[in-house]
């Protein structure tokens, strides 16, 4: 994921680290942090705006979400114009996120004039979210919502940039209606899908007095509007 400025590129990986990479004058990109952030995969990781500071926040299989601020004397923090004087210190975690009974599968930061709002997406069709009230106290996050959409789970969520609308999340996910025929001892039994990489639905959440109301649902591939 690269961060707002496109000068920085943060990556995931199945060992459980993270490495963040930064452009130099020249346009190389050179390797500046590696660092084990989970003990399982991580299969996510957000910049979230720079305007809140030098932060990222990871998911991983292992149900978690972790909030991660860069060190404030680190060179680069301080100035965009300079990345090959980063020094290797370590990120810090500020917050350890673990409400999730199951992976989380995607999290979005919300659009900076909202904010510092994060959206987590988790494989048992729940979103949550969460705020930090405080942004000089990045150990404090609040669950603002927690909302089941479906019970074969969330792949994706995006968050609408819209400034003029209330706040908007696209959620994808498996239409819970889809089943297949499964033969087990020559008895044939319908089976709900469980897989995520075949996403054929697509739901639209709003919220509205502090609660998300479902929008509109858009099953694929046929675009049916419910």
Same mark, same amino acid.
């Given at each position: 994921?690269?961060d707002w400025y496109?000068k920085r590129?943060?990556?995931s990986?199945?060992d ?11 346009g190389?990109?050179?390797? #500046?942090?590696?660092?084990?952030a ?8 957000k &910049? ?9 926040a ?9 909030i &991660?601020?860069?060190p404030k004397?680190?060179p680069?923090?301080?100035s +965009?114009?300079?990345p090959? +004087? ?5 990120w810090?975690?500020r ?10 599968e ?10 510092l ?19 000089m106290? =990045?150990?404090? &996050? +609040?669950?603002l ?6 019970? #074969?789970?969330?792949s994706?969520l ?5 400034n003029?609308h ?12 889809q089943?297949?025929k499964?033969?087990v ?10 897989? =995520?990489?075949d ?5 639209i959440y709003?919220?509205n007095k502090?609660? &998300?109301?479902?929008l ?6 046929h675009?049916?509007?419910?």
């Amino acid at each position: 994921t690269f961060d707002w400025y496109a000068k920085r590129l943060a990556v995931s990986s199945s060992d459980g680290k993270i490495k963040i990479y930064s452009k130099s004058a020249d346009g190389k990109w050179k390797n #500046n942090y590696e660092f084990r952030a989970h003990d399982d995969i991580v299969n996510k990781v957000k &910049w979230a705006h720079p305007d809140f500071g030098s932060i990222i926040a990871t998911s991983s299989y292992d149900k978690t979400v972790i909030i &991660w601020e860069e060190p404030k004397n680190n060179p680069f923090f301080q100035s +965009q114009d300079s990345p090959d +004087q980063i020094e290797n210190k370590a990120w810090t975690i500020r917050a350890k996120l673990s409400d999730s009974k199951e992976v989380i599968e995607d999290i979005k930061f919300a659009p900076k004039s909202k904010g510092l709002l994060l959206a987590t997406a988790s494989s048992d069709g729940i979103f949550r979210i969460y705020e930090a009230p405080d942004i000089m106290n =990045l150990g404090s &996050w +609040q669950i603002l919502s927690t909302n089941k959409v479906n019970s #074969n789970g969330i792949s994706a969520l995006s968050w609408s940039q819209n400034n003029m609308h209330p706040l908007m999340l696209a959620i994808g996910c498996k239409d819970d209606s889809q089943t297949k025929k499964v033969s087990v001892n020559n008895k044939v039994f319908d089976e709900k899908y469980k897989s =995520l990489h075949d996403d054929n639905l697509l739901m639209i959440y709003s919220e509205n007095k502090e609660e &998300w109301k479902l929008l509109k649902y858009m099953t694929f591939p046929h675009l049916t509007e419910k």
